[in-house]
């Protein structure tokens, strides 16, 4: 009884769908392909460039309907009851049964398929990137990549702001995807953004190991 009540509690009964599946199955088959596999001959038959394609067209023509959901799931947490349950049913779990670590991979796969078409929910992704959980803050951020990756002027100054983050991991991690972004961005970019002073290794890498591009010094 005690399962079948978190079973239920974790429906979505209200979001959207396309081909009478909802988003959560048409997400939660991408990132987990082999689900609800029930034989290694499921497996080897598994056609995952039909799945792939099959999803994206599902999660686009869903468009931006899918958002809400995916902002949700972003911040999904497992209560004390449901992670108990969800361990004790192990590999039986089926239908809408998704552990937040799984909806968390579902939100990203969900923003990484819309891209561009997610850009209502730039926002929402930053006003999340102060969320008092530090885990939540950096999966907006990575969700951010997804949609406005080339877009530095407004990328970047949230990048830079993680370099203040609370969280050791998270300010690490920012700096790491910060050294992808140089390439892309001129000295004056960098000086005005004031990339070095948040990130001050980097300076210190490109220091040592100068390279070619938008940041390399120009030869005489």
């Given amino acids: 009884m005690l399962g079948w009540l978190v079973w239920r509690s974790d429906a979505e009964p209200d979001e959207p769908r396309y081909r009478g599946r ?15 596999a029930r034989s290694l001959q499921e497996i080897q038959s598994f056609d995952f460039e039909s799945m792939f394609r099959e999803t994206s067209e599902a999660v686009k023509a869903i468009g931006t309907n899918s958002i809400p959901l995916l902002l949700r799931y972003l911040q999904a947490r497992d209560s004390r009851y449901k992670s108990g349950w969800l361990i004790v049913a192990g590999g039986l779990r089926r239908g809408h049964a998704y552990t937040a670590s799984e909806k968390h991979h579902i939100a990203q796969a969900g923003f ?5 078409d997610a ?31 080339a877009d530095t002027k407004q990328l970047v100054p949230i990048i830079v702001s993680f370099a203040h983050d609370p969280d050791a991991g998270n300010r690490r991690k920012a700096a790491d995807h910060m050294s992808l972004m140089l390439p892309l961005l001129s000295e004056q970019d960098v000086r005005e953004m004031n990339v ?4 001050p290794m980097l300076e210190r890498e490109r220091t040592n190991h100068p390279v070619r591009g938008p940041l390399a010094s120009p030869v005489h």
């Fill in 196 to 199: 070095y002073g948040a990130f």
């Fill in 119 to 149: 850009l209502p929910a730039i926002p929402a992704l930053i006003e999340l990137t102060h969320h008092k959980d530090s885990e939540v803050r950096f999966r907006a951020l990575q969700s951010l990549f997804f949609i406005i990756p």
């Fill in 112 to 116: 990484m398929i819309l891209q561009k």
């Fill in 22 to 36: 909802s988003l959560t199955w048409w997400l939660g088959q991408y990132t987990r392909p082999f689900r609800n």
